[in-house]
Nanobody, 120 residues
């Protein structure tokens, strides 16, 4: 099992910045990739960014050039730096853990989520 705990969500104005953090614990050695997904009102979930232990990362098309992901392997932490945020970035952001650096299927492990609201 892998446990994921997010922090750093909140209210931010459009054009501003926000940094999300996630602490991973448990059997994280089997989950080489950490990252972030987001969920809008309703069932739709969207991949945001993922990163492996070597620092290789993938981003969703809607956040490329604005968001960046990084991780601290020693502290089992993953971060999402959100810059130039837009109202359409408003969502609940989930920390995830998975084995592959791909958006091909839903990750097996999810945190509880942290809400980000962007005001216009």
């Amino acid at each position: 099992q892998v446990q994921l705990v997010e922090s750093g969500g909140g209210l931010v104005q459009a054009g501003g910045s926000l940094r999300l953090s996630c602490r991973a614990s448990g059997n994280i050695f089997s989950m080489r990739v950490l990252g972030w997904y987001r969920q809008y009102p309703g069932p739709r979930r969207e991949p945001v960014a993922i990163i492996n232990r070597d620092g290789d990362a993938e981003y969703g098309d809607s956040v490329k050039g604005r968001f960046s992901i990084d991780r601290d392997n020693d502290k089992n932490m993953v971060y999402l730096q959100m810059n130039d945020v837009k109202p359409e970035d408003t969502a609940v952001y989930f920390c995830i853990a998975r084995t592959s650096l791909a958006f091909d299927r839903d990750p097996p492990y999810w945190g509880q989520g942290t809400r980000v609201t962007v005001s216009s």
